[in-house]
């Protein structure tokens, strides 16, 4: 059973920001802030805010707003940040290289366990301390290890062959940077968050010239 | 005057989405695709797409659907991906690496033009053709080439120290990277498109706990 059935996925985006918004604040001593407070930091309403932290029980105490370590311990709990899902990499070039070494998984969820790719100049290397493995080894690696999470740093083309044998070997969730659409062929067996860099830039695009003709 | 004055920041969140799922169909040899099966594939509403289209002169026919090559051509141009604004790159650590090497700029309405970093060890490299310089030559710079874009791959706080003498030196979009929220600081001078990879995988991390825990 989920714990939190029914929660929609734009009040799930939400709390990752509440949560890093929360860590600022303790960083910088302040011990607690009224739902007004926390929507102009957040850039969100007082009620948008109070309906979304409902969903999960509700944290605030009227005349008093949110204790913010108590929050910030909540939504962790929340987002379940203290799992450790076994997870691996799946292509080691630049941006797997920076996903790799710039993400604090342990913080976050995960922990990673294996780092594959299809290159003999990259296998072998280390990340993070975990030696680059070829992209052979992966089906017994899986097998022995069962990761959960997948991380795709590589091209549609592999995305796609690779992506239904992971499934099969037990991968229940995608953090995929290619652009193959992985929840039309796997659909509700799997969970898949998408980053589209290109679509960010794009909107870039956009905004800016919007900005610049006025 | 803007092109599109009043146009949500949801709307125009979709259309690279459009632009990429079109582009998609035009490599699969797909000439219109009425907006039925374009809502399938993309995972929207028909009424949906056809109301954010309509934000822009609307570009259906009845009973014939989207040309897919001239929808494509038409929100290439909405996005101005024609462009090729002056774009800088600061920061060329892990991040900035796969930035710089994996972003297609020149089809995205960019043109990277200074790379900058503050690592001896890492200026004089080079990225896509450009020589990496010292940050200490960052005014020089801008003052002579008047970049448009900033593209901030470095951490919170040297962010928070250059994003002021950036917007003064006439740079008003940024690609933030970093955690430091530009917006609070700039306001509507600036428009800014924030990547949170953390709470990307904050996200996958609750929707796969939760899909595990069924």
């Known amino acids: 059973m989920a714990r939190y059935p029914g929660i929609s996925l734009s009040v799930t985006r939400r709390m990752p920001r509440y949560y890093r918004f929360l860590a600022e604040l303790m960083a910088n001593g302040v011990e607690r802030i009224s739902s007004r407070e926390f929507a102009e930091l957040t850039g969100l309403t007082a009620s948008q805010i109070r309906q979304d932290l409902n969903c999960f029980g509700g944290f605030g105490q009227q005349g008093y707003g949110y204790n913010v370590a108590a929050l910030h311990t909540e939504i962790g709990r929340i987002l379940s940040l203290d799992k450790r899902l076994p997870t691996i990499l799946i292509g080691a070039g630049n941006l797997g290289l920076a996903v790799g070494n710039h993400m604090k998984f342990d913080e976050q969820g995960f922990q990673l366990i294996g780092i594959f790719d299809s290159n003999p100049q990259v296998v072998g290397q280390e990340i993070q301390g975990i ?84």
């Open 131 to 214: 030696r680059v493995r070829s992209i052979n080894e992966i089906q017994s690696f899986c097998l022995e290890n069962r990761p959960v999470i997948a991380i795709l740093c590589i091209p549609r083309s592999a995305a796609a062959e690779l992506s239904g044998d992971l499934v099969g070997w037990g991968v229940k969730g995608f953090w995929n940077f290619s652009h193959y659409d992985l929840s039309v062929a796997h659909g509700d067996q799997i969970v898949v968050e998408n980053v589209h860099l290109g679509d960010s830039l794009m909107t870039l695009s956009f905004r800016v010239n919007e900005l610049i003709d006025q």
